[in-house]
């Protein structure tokens, strides 16, 4: 019996599905991004034009290559982060990607304060009367030798996390809620981590934060769905492995690796996953009770 719930849960979490792993090219140089189109149809790239989205931690790591993805497309972008020269180098970035830049716009903001959320909210309301999406990349990792932070950290080491990874990224989408919901369609995308399906012991906040996330993800979708039944809405989690990020010096990866499946995601048409997960290499996941996505994302 508990040998049949484990083989459930396995599963239910590493399910693959269609064979996509081997479609979604997580070595796309972003160099060549006119001749790869990171991966996309041109039919889906075109869905990208004009389409406007909010992308948190966009002034380094994955948040960067999602928006200049993206803007790559001929979406409007604004890019948010604390750090104003992170997010001028993101635009500098871009230019040498060969990139027109003139509709990326930095929006600095704090997302653990309302306060400042607010003022980056009429910000972003002063060029676009809605947005189609929002792509949660703010992130922090754990603070390093930590021992065993769940038998004798202090309380701010679990406060902190949460505060950022999850408290952090709920208030932007209540706060972006209204713009979101002026579109017909809308898509969320939540950046996890597959701390978030471990026990991984002296990872404790972080594993705690991720996973949290990835509730966050899910019941945020069908809260949505609920709220606007009426509406295409796409809520979904995505995992994107390990790259060479500020927050991640020790890899070798590319931070681009996991601009294909984003893009993919986000230029899903209508009736596409909502409130699931996936991995930037394309497999689609399972979490506690919730099964992978049986179809696939790849159809036009
Ligand atoms: N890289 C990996 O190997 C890896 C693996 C698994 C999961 N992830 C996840 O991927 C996401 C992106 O991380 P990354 O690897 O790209 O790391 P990163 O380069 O450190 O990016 C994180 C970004 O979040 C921003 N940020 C942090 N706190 C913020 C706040 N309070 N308000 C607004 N922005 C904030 C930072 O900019 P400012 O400091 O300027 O605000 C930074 O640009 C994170 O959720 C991370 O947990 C990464």
Redesign the pocket.
């Known amino acids: 019996m508990i040998f049949r719930k484990y083989i459930n849960t396995y599963i239910n979490t590493y399910a693959t599905n269609n064979n996509e792993s081997i479609l979604i090219n997580t070595a796309l140089d972003p160099n060549d991004w006119k001749k790869h189109r990171f991966g996309l149809s041109r039919g889906r790239w075109q869905q990208l034009q004009g389409k406007c989205f909010w992308i948190?931690?966009?002034?380094?790591?994955?948040?960067?290559?999602i928006a200049l993805a993206l803007t790559a497309a001929g979406s409007t972008t604004f890019i948010?982060?604390?750090?104003?020269e992170?997010?001028e180098d993101t635009l500098g970035e871009g230019v040498s990607l060969g990139i027109q830049m003139q509709h990326c716009y930095p929006v600095?903001?704090?997302?653990?304060?309302q306060a400042?959320l607010t003022q980056a909210f009429s910000l972003v309301s002063r060029h676009t009367l809605s947005l189609f999406g929002l792509i949660?990349?703010?992130?922090?990792?754990q603070k390093p030798n930590q021992g065993f932070p769940l038998i004798d950290g202090e309380l701010n080491s679990l406060e902190d996390i949460l505060?950022?990874?999850i408290i952090?990224q709920w208030l932007?989408c209540k706060t972006a809620m209204p713009l979101l919901a002026r579109s017909d369609s809308f898509r969320v995308l939540?950046?996890?981590?597959?701390?978030g399906w471990a026990d991984t012991p002296g990872h404790g906040p972080?594993n705690i934060?991720?996973s949290a996330?990835n509730s966050l993800g899910m019941s945020f979708a069908a809260e949505c769905s609920k709220r606007y039944p009426e509406k295409d809405i796409q809520i979904n989690v995505l995992?994107?492995?390990?790259?060479?990020?500020?927050?991640?010096q020790?890899?070798r990866?590319s931070?681009y690796s996991?601009t294909s499946m984003a893009l993919t995601l986000l230029s899903h048409r209508k009736g596409g996953p909502n409130g699931h997960f996936f991995h930037r290499d394309g497999r689609h996941l399972g979490f506690g009770q919730k099964e992978a996505f049986l179809s696939s994302l790849l159809s036009d």
């Open positions: 948190t931690g966009a002034g380094s790591g994955y948040g960067r290559s948010s982060g604390r750090r104003q992170k997010l600095v903001a704090d997302i653990t304060s400042s949660n990349c703010a992130g922090i990792p505060q950022t990874n952090g932007i939540f950046l996890s981590s597959e701390a972080y934060s991720k996330l995992d994107p492995g390990e790259a060479k990020t500020e927050m991640n020790g890899s990866e931070p996991i």
